[in-house]
């Protein structure tokens, strides 16, 4: 049997007795690796003095990254799921791992373009096809708590990033005797970088091996013991029917959570992307300095970090309890007392602020990993992973227009360093908007009407192609 | 490989480095108390 061949989902259903506790943690391998891209803030400043480029211009690296995990989730997603889930993490592996090879060589070279074709590119592509890879498998072990086993996963892409900082500091430490990353001035050399690069592609390949053979599809009559589907009906907007990835796209369901994504992330990223500066402009005197040191905003940071990766999992799992309607009600509705909290009363306390921010950043994570749970209630567990991938567009989308708005209305009231509490009120209060279309979007969710189901394979007419089927 | 030494080496080899992420962090936030 050839590599290929042993990659085929055929070929990775499991056997009997095969415990489906062994499946989030090759999932969680995979998504611990590309989260990563969460950490690339660790070398940007050794990357503008080594390319003599502007902070615009590197920033790009991570944008391109962002936008092809999008796209590449969008277009593979079907690809994904005819070919299961080891063939994708197989091929994301490479992707990923060759996409830090490649920029290593762009480092080395002194040649940034071949750092946006390598992480940004190639990466990115390894990042989507990851991403996507082991949703719908998760969803199909664990029917009966799909919003805990998907968070799960997705948790790890937050906690990659948890991981990748302080390993990448060490490392290049290693590399370049002259870096410490304990002075917030030093910055690293470009071949200790590059070194790092290297590393971390070879790193991550391996880890990521362990997913692709330990990743295993449930047979098709498999459910857990003790779990009976006909409970599933009794849950408002849970479907037991399915619809293809063809069908989803033409359902008004799909465009609402799609709004719904798009607002909660870009409301998210507006707090996310500036979250170092913003607690120290917060806390600025009329006298231009600020109580909270650049120390202490950079443990605010970390704190941000925590809060994502837990809002992952615990909201997500809260979910399979409440239902994912009310979750999102939840996300949306209190996210937007917590950033009029944080416009009106944010600044008069370091806790009161760091405790607004942590419920909104565990809203932003528990938004992502909650979605595809979504859309497995509305659209059936068929081609979920297809259809996240169409879905992820919404990020894409989102990664853009929020650090756009926050950008926009900084940039208007004043230079960086001197920015007040006063300077990012219009800024929140649009966030409060975002989120409020996002709520609307929400409220109007409903089943997805019959017409859009699959047929069973009995109903469908003789000599129709699996294309035609979609449609039917 | 028995399930029970598959199970413990899977969950090992994302939880320690997830928890060595968990202490960086922790140690850096506590920067801002």
Sequence with gaps: MSLLTALDRKHTIAPEGYSRWLIPPAA??????????YATSVYKNSFVKHFDASQTSIGIIFSIAIVMLGLSAAVGGTWV??????????????FWSSGFLVGALG??????????????????????????????????????RP???????????GGGALIASPLSQQLMSWY????????????????????????????????????????????????????????????????????????????????????????????????LEQSSPMIQDFF???????????????????????????????????????????????????????????????????????????????????GFATVPAYLRDLFGGFQVGAIHGRLLTAWSAAGVAGPLIINGFLDAKGTPGKLTVDAYRPALYTMIAILAVGFIANLLIRPVASRFWERAADEVPAG???????TV | MTTQVRLVFGWALVGIPLLYGLWETIAKAKNLF
């Design chain 1, 176 to 271: 370049d005797p002259d870096y410490n990353p304990s002075v917030a001035s030093s910055v690293p050399s470009g071949s200790a970088v590059a070194m790092l690069f290297v590393t971390l592609g070879i790193i991550y390949f391996v880890v990521m091996m362990y997913g692709v053979f330990n990743i295993k599809v449930p047979p098709e009559d498999w459910r857990p013991e003790g779990f009976d589907p006909a409970t599933l009906k009794s849950k408002t907007l849970v479907t037991t029917n399915n619809v293809s990835a063809g069908n989803a796209i033409k359902t008004p369901q799909f465009y609402f959570l799609w709004l719904v994504l798009f607002c909660n992330v870009t409301a998210g990223i507006g707090i």
């Design chain 1, 81 to 94: 799921e005819a070919n299961g889930p080891r063939k994708a993490m197989f091929v994301s592996a490479c």
């Design chain 1, 107 to 144: 480092i080395g070279t002194k040649q940034l373009w071949l750092v946006y074709l390598g992480y940004g590119v190639i990466g990115g592509i390894g990042l989507g096809i990851g991403y996507i890879s082991p949703v719908s498998t998760l969803i199909k072990w664990f029917p009966d």
């Design chain 1, 464 to 470: 129709t192609t699996p294309t035609e089927r979609e």
């Design chain 1, 284 to 366: 600025r005197s009329d006298g231009g300095v600020s109580t909270v040191t650049v120390a202490a905003a950079g443990g605010f940071v970390g704190i941000l970090s925590l809060a994502n990766m837990a809002g992952r999992f615990v909201w997500s799992s809260t979910s399979d309890y409440i239902g994912r309607k009310p979750m999102y009600m939840i996300y949306l509705g209190v996210g937007i007392l917590a950033y009029l909290g944080l416009a009106t009363i944010g600044h008069n306390a370091t806790w009161v602020f760091v405790l607004l921010a942590m419920l909104i950043i565990s809203f932003y994570g528990g």
């Design chain 1, 147 to 157: 919003g805990m086993a998907t968070g799960l996963a997705i948790m790890g892409f």
């Design chain 1, 28 to 37: 969680l391998a995979v998504h611990l690796c590309i989260g990563q891209v």
